[in-house]
């Protein structure tokens, strides 16, 4: 059996269960099952290939639908025959043939979307030039139910004022997802600490810092409710190596220092963004000396040399101090991304590399982030001492 589509009637399910989530703006009034009879018109030489194959009998299984707008998605339009091959209009290499355009990018674009391998039965979101990893791929079934739980979630949307399906920047359960993340954080850390200083996580019942705080500082309303919801530990004071947790009196220190002529304020309000797209430092890194530590960008690695060009990360940070930055791109549904900001001006640390399978890809979520860091503190690889995680901030 197939490891990527182990069930066609399964992934079939997971299709229609979408095609009942459309809101009715999108009119569907009836549906059927004719795109294999399409397929077999628009394309017989396609047809004939794919013979046999899962794909064939999971297209036999889905729902088809007429409307003016074919989007599934906010990001993906439905299944259409004619579709299936317009990855070739790009230079892709002949041993790249085994594929079908299975969800085409919704976007004016129309430069990529979800491809399906026909030999391996896995799939991924893919714009061309250039063509996904070998580990960018995943089954099918995975693609479909990440799209009905940001469905579910409130993520995708029918947005009345603009006439047209959309995705949020976040939703609650971004924010429960990240809350939760870190309530088993800060219980592993917890759970290592000497015995004299180990106490329950989240004894402390005060949040890390309060909601009017975090709103006179102008920070992103995901990091506001964040900060305002997690609750600060009574002992621990190193999330990570080198990695502390604001008081508020470092907060407001923080924000008072910033001069309103710097880079980062003079960015932002040059472009005029609102407060969904301005990345904030959510948690500070120190030196091991307990001291701020800005960021430099003094010889460095790859990937850090372009950081105070005007694409580069240095416009973003505070008073160019490290740590780890909340990086939203809501325009993909993105609003909890997080990016860890090293000392050389690098962002490599814990970041999802390469293609997210379901979508147009953005930073690694906050939640995954703190779950990230749970692992290292569980295996053994970050130390846990008196005063929470130990070791040197690199």
């Known amino acids: 059996m197939s490891a990527g589509l182990t069930s066609a009637q399964l992934c079939a399910n997971l299709h229609n269960s979408l095609v009942q989530r459309l809101p009715r703006p999108i009119s569907v009034q009836q549906t059927s099952r004719d795109l294999v009879p399409r397929l077999q018109t628009q394309q017989p030489d ?61 976007g004016s674009g129309n430069s990529g979307g979800v491809i399906y391998d026909t030999a391996t039965d896995l799939a991924t979101w893919a714009f061309f030039p250039p063509w996904p990893r070998a580990d960018e791929w995943v089954p099918l079934e995975v693609i479909l139910s990440q799209w009905i739980e940001q469905w579910d979630s409130g993520k995708f949307f029918w947005d009345d004022e603009i006439g047209s399906l959309a995705v949020r920047s976040w939703v609650p359960k971004d924010v429960d997802d990240a809350v939760n993340a870190w309530d088993g954080l800060m219980g592993a850390i917890s759970a290592r600490m000497p015995p004299t200083t180990s106490t329950p996580p989240n004894q402390a019942a005060e949040p890390i810092l309060q909601r009017p705080q975090l709103e006179r500082a102008m920070f992103h309303p995901f990091a506001t409710v964040f900060l305002s919801r997690a609750a600060r530990p009574a002992e621990i004071k190193w999330i990570a190596p080198g990695i502390s947790i604001w008081t508020k009196a470092s907060f407001a220190e923080a924000v008072k220092s910033e001069p309103t002529s710097s880079t980062r304020r003079q960015w932002i309000n040059d472009r005029r963004f609102e407060l969904e797209q301005i990345p904030v430092l959510l948690f500070p890194a120190v030196t091991s ?76 979520r906050l939640a995954e982030m703190l779950e990230k860091w749970k692992t290292l503190v569980e295996n053994g690889t970050w130390r846990v001492g008196e005063e929470g995680v130990e070791g040197e901030w690199r």
């Open 46 to 106: 396609l047809y004939n290939d794919l013979e046999g194959t899962r794909v064939l009998e999971y297209l036999s299984l889905i729902d088809n639908y007429d409307a003016v707008d074919t989007r599934l998605t906010p990001q993906v339009r439905k299944p259409d025959p004619t579709n299936f091959l317009d990855y070739r209009d790009f230079d892709v290499g002949s041993e790249y043939r085994d594929h079908i355009l299975l969800y085409p990018d919704a």
């Open 289 to 364: 000396g307990r001291e701020e530590q800005p960021i430099r960008v003094i010889d460095p690695a790859p990937g850090a040399a372009d950081f105070d060009n005007e694409w580069g990360f240095g416009k973003f940070t505070l008073n160019r101090r490290a740590g780890l930055y909340f990086f939203p791109h809501p325009e993909a549904g993105g609003g909890d991304g997080v990016i860890v900001l090293k000392d050389d001006g690098n962002d490599d640390f814990g970041q999802r590399r390469g293609r997210c399978p379901w979508g147009p890809g953005y930073p690694t």
